[in-house]
């Protein structure tokens, strides 16, 4: 069974810092690019950052610019993003999703419908607060 499974969320005061984690199982990891897609309560939801199946290339919303670092360790079949100076707004369940290199010579731009993409995990709740 296909699996990516999310965690590293919590709770955080703004400005601190979370690692979140995405470990995937079932699928040949190291061939699909991956991405983290957030949603806040009661907002729609929103594309984050990818990185491409060797690393080689990452992408970034303009919201998290800077503050975000996307990253993967093939040999774990793991996506990270480290999120630093986090703020409020950051808050949300982010999702990892996973998407051949096949199915991306078809991406127009970045989704964040879940159907777009081949795998799709569960989400780690983050907050920011004091």
């Known amino acids: 069974d296909v699996q990516l499974q999310a965690s590293g969320g919590g709770p955080v005061q703004p400005g601190g810092s979370l690692r979140l984690s995405c470990a995937a199982s079932?699928?040949?990891?190291?061939?699909?690019?991956m991405t983290w897609v957030r949603q806040a309560p009661g907002k729609e939801r929103e594309w984050v950052s990818y990185?491409?199946?060797?690393?080689?290339?990452?992408k970034y919303a303009d919201s998290v610019k800077g503050r975000f670092t996307i990253s993967r360790d093939n040999a774990k079949n793991t996506v990270y993003l480290q999120m630093n100076s986090l703020k409020p707004e950051d808050t949300a369940v982010y999702y990892c999703?996973?998407?051949?290199?096949?199915?991306?010579?078809?991406?127009?731009?970045?989704?964040?419908?879940?159907?777009?993409?081949?795998?799709w995990g569960q989400g780690t709740l983050v907050t920011v607060s004091s």
């Open positions: 999703a996973a998407v051949s290199v096949m199915t991306v010579k078809t991406f127009s731009s970045w989704y964040t419908d879940e159907y777009e993409y081949d795998h």
């Open positions: 079932g699928f040949s990891f190291s061939t699909y690019y």
């Open positions: 990185i491409s199946s060797s690393a080689g290339s990452k």
